[in-house]
C-alpha cells in the first residue's frame, strides 16, 4: 500500500507563493495520475489539479494560471507550485493517487483516486 505525504503547507499573505509536495513511499507512481484536492471545513474534498502519467496536466478554472502542479518520477514526489494565492485559496491540501494506472485525465472525481495523504494546511491572509 502506497503511502503519501504531503508537507510545504503554512501561513502566507495574499499574493504569496507556496510550493506543496506530495512524497509517495511503498509503490511506485509512474504510472498513475496524480491529483491535488483541498477541503475547507463543511465542504468536500475538491479537485485542484492533476498531472498523468505522461505530463499531461488538468486545472479547476479557480486556479488555472496561478498554479502549477509538477511530477518528478525519479523522487516519486508531485508538486503543486502555487503563486497569487488568494484568501479563497485557504484549505487543507491533499494528494491522492489515481486508483488505476494509465487513466485518462477525466478521471477527477474524489473517487478515482486512493492513497490519500493526511493533508497540509495553506492559509491566506488578506
Known amino acids: 500500500q502506497v503511502q503519501l505525504v504531503e508537507s510545504g503547507g503554512g501561513l502566507v499573505q495574499a499574493g504569496d507563493s507556496l510550493r506543496l509536495s506530495c512524497a509517495a513511499s511503498?509503490?511506485?507512481?509512474?504510472?498513475?495520475?496524480m491529483g491535488w484536492f483541498r477541503r475547507t471545513p463543511g465542504k468536500e474534498r475538491e479537485f485542484v489539479a492533476s498531472?498523468?502519467?505522461?505530463?499531461?496536466?488538468y486545472y479547476a478554472e479557480s486556479v488555472k494560471g496561478r498554479f502549477t502542479i509538477s511530477r518528478e518520477n525519479a523522487k516519486n514526489t508531485v508538486y503543486l507550485q502555487m503563486n497569487s494565492l488568494k484568501p479563497e485559496d485557504t484549505a487543507v491540501y491533499y494528494c491522492?493517487?489515481?486508483?488505476?494506472?494509465?487513466?485518462?485525465?477525466?478521471?477527477?472525481?474524489?473517487?478515482?483516486?486512493?492513497?490519500w495523504g493526511q493533508g497540509t494546511q495553506v492559509t491566506v491572509s488578506s
Open positions: 511503498g509503490g511506485t507512481l509512474s504510472s498513475r495520475t
Open positions: 498531472i498523468k502519467w505522461n505530463g499531461n496536466t
Open positions: 491522492g493517487r489515481d486508483s488505476i494506472a494509465y487513466g485518462s485525465l477525466s478521471r477527477r472525481s474524489e473517487t478515482d483516486f486512493d492513497s
